[in-house]
């Protein structure tokens, strides 16, 4: 979706904070228990490798933390240990390389999927913290595509 299309059906939702370069590409809808970020560069170059400003950018990142959600067989309130279970099944890979963005995101091809926990902010400096353990409850999933361009970009 767009983010004229996003606003059209939930209003404003953007984090525009003052002086913050690609902060009012974050999005959030605290009653929707939903947020995410729009991509500067996707369906948006033109040839030229240019940005059209004119076209309305499209979510590439969601979080989303509902009560009874559920995506590919992952259910909001599963254990880790199933929920892994169930995305290795489908054949997502964990990417456990440090140096990466997504690191300890599950992956298939351009598409990325993180697992959190109530406790996630509070654990992340602790090595098992990104990860959860296997009793620990999932309580929101994001669900990202890898948009290369817009990794390239600096602020």
């Given amino acids: 979706m767009t983010q004229e299309e996003v606003e ?3 209003g404003e939702g953007a984090d ?3 002086g913050c370069f690609g902060c009012g590409m974050d999005f959030s809808y605290p009653e929707l228990e939903l947020s995410g970020r729009y991509s500067e ?3 948006r170059m033109d040839k030229n490798g240019e940005i059209d400003l004119i076209k309305s950018p499209k979510v ?3 979080t989303i933390a509902k009560e009874n959600f559920s995506i590919l067989g992952v259910q909001l309130g599963s254990s880790f240990k199933d929920a892994r279970r169930t995305l290795e099944r489908k054949g997502f890979k964990l990417q456990s390389n440090e140096n990466e963005y997504y690191y300890n995101y599950y992956y298939k091809g351009n598409l990325f999927i993180k697992l959190w926990w109530d406790n996630a902010l509070y654990n992340l400096n602790l090595n098992y913290g990104y990860l959860g353990e296997d009793a620990e409850k999932v309580t929101s999933i994001t669900l990202e595509v890898r948009v290369k361009e817009d990794e390239e970009i600096v602020y």
């Fill in 60 to 62: 590439k990142k969601i």
């Fill in 8 to 10: 059209g059906l939930y």
């Fill in 16 to 18: 525009d904070i003052e």
């Fill in 41 to 43: 560069t996707l369906d």
